[in-house]
């Protein structure tokens, strides 16, 4: 059997859930001799002692306990074990997730080479909606209660040995090479957004992304993201802040790629696949249209506004939206401040600029935009707006310029740039800074 660097994330209030994932490990995998990476992005539960002094089956585990007072995140610590993996696969796997009977050697078969990556199934208690790419059925929704018997009864009656479909979340196994080849995650995203992004670069690059029904785990689901018992009515709180870093990771999702589509089907026509640089020209701006401008600004690369008050709002408005995400990591100003060197940021200063700075960037449109606030046809013309990467793809032969109701669009260079988007050039961090011992 091939071996497999297995890496797992745990953060806060997880300890129970990474002991359990780890018992099922030892009782369903075929093999010992995988290399077992275990990262503790936040330790307030001694996991780190607990898993230091936990014997354990595995002929090769490591423990990376990240020593800084606030954790790094979801995405950079997936692609530091990734990085440190020792084998040529490398599989990434949630700490509250539970794997089912030869788990491992399932992910192995269906991986047929290195230009494939595999997905589990998941089997998930009923806190979400059902959906036709995992199981919904309740087998506990903490660790203290989940009924292993039931679970494996379950596996054993519903596994599908042949069944594969086209589909991607964690848990997930490829070849470490494509992988490093492509970045890793794109840090970017902090709180969501991440999985999204990084499917639509594999398909873009060509991977054949599978997902099978004869290797299931039980997801608890939301642990990593909204924390334990996120469901319950005390929670709520940090729930709802979750869902406001939502929509602002959807948003650095859209400016990026001006769409979205979560899905793993194969790429047959890349000619339907396109990104072209946009900039918007917004006249007769003013303080009470930030919100409006911001809205429409997820469209484009470049936002030239003609107020100088009303930029400086943006520029204020727009700091803001690391809060949300700070909060969640409890990350102070001054942390943010030392540490958001080491991640993919906005620039928004860069983003939203005065219009008298604008010189040709390859795709132009200008409008008033008091003629999108406040007209009877205001839908018509945001969806104008929005739909402007396709309108310039499937409507604009060649350079040029055209008018349509109150815009200008100026076409200086129609240049499809969406493989710019497959490749991330995270900053690194310094691995002596924020890892503690090893063993």
């Not at 996991?47 to 490591?62: A, V």
């Not at 099978?212 to 993201?225: I, K, M, P």
């Not at 869902?243 to 339907?272: C, L, Q």
């Not at 707006?385 to 008018?403: A, M, P, R």
Request: aromatic share 12%; hydrophobic share 35%; with cysteine.
């Amino acid at each position: 059997m091939k071996k497999i660097s297995f890496c797992i994330n745990t953060s806060r209030n997880e300890k129970n859930y990474i002991s359990l994932l780890l018992t099922s490990m030892e009782n369903n995998f075929s093999s010992f001799d995988h290399e077992i990476i275990i990262f503790i992005d936040s330790d307030n539960q001694n996991t780190y002692k607990f898993l230091k002094e936990r014997d354990s089956k595995f002929k090769d585990i490591r423990i990376l306990k990240n020593k800084l007072d606030v954790p790094i995140g979801y995405a950079p610590n997936i692609n530091i074990m990734f990085e440190l993996a020792k084998h040529d696969i490398v599989s990434m796997i949630q700490s509250d997730m539970v794997v089912c009977k030869n788990y491992d050697k399932e992910i192995l078969r269906h991986l047929k080479d290195d230009n494939t990556i595999i997905s589990a199934t998941r089997v998930e208690p009923s806190l979400h909606p059902q959906s036709p790419e995992k199981y919904t059925m309740d087998f506990g929704l903490n660790p203290d209660e989940f009924d292993f018997d039931s679970f494996n009864s379950f596996v054993s009656n519903n596994t599908d040995l042949e069944k594969t479909t086209y589909y991607w979340f964690a848990p997930f196994t490829l070849y470490k090479k494509q992988w490093l080849d492509i970045g890793g995650h794109d840090t970017l995203f902090r709180r969501s957004r991440e999985d999204t992004d990084i499917l639509m670069r594999f398909r873009l690059k060509g991977l054949n992304i599978i997902q099978t029904w004869s290797a299931l785990v039980y997801h608890f689901t939301c642990v990593s993201s909204r924390g334990q018992d996120w469901f319950k009515e005390e929670n709520q709180d940090r729930t709802q802040l979750q869902e406001v870093a939502d929509n602002i990771e959807m948003g650095k999702f859209m400016r990026k790629w001006k769409n979205i589509h979560h899905t793993a089907e194969p790429i047959e026509d890349y000619s339907k696949h396109y990104l072209y640089r946009c900039s918007l020209l917004l006249r007769n701006c003013s303080s009470q249209l930030v919100e409006r401008i911001i809205n429409i600004s997820l469209f484009f690369d470049r936002v030239y506004v003609d107020d100088i008050e009303t930029l400086n709002l943006i520029h204020q408005k727009m700091r803001e939206n690391d809060i949300p995400a700070n909060k969640l990591f409890g990350y102070t100003e001054d942390q943010w401040d030392l540490y958001s060197k080491n991640y993919i940021t906005c620039d928004y200063k860069d983003i939203f600029k005065d219009i008298k700075d604008y010189s040709e960037d390859d795709i132009s449109v200008t409008t008033n935009i008091t003629d999108i606030t406040t007209t009877k046809t205001h839908s018509s013309r945001v969806s104008f707006l929005q739909k402007i990467n396709d309108i310039i793809h499937y409507q604009v032969d060649s350079n040029g310029e055209f008018e349509y109701d109150v815009f200008k669009v100026v076409v200086n260079n129609k240049n499809n740039v969406i493989e710019d988007n497959i490749y991330t050039n995270n900053p690194e961090w310094d691995l002596d800074l924020i890892l503690e011992d090893t063993i």
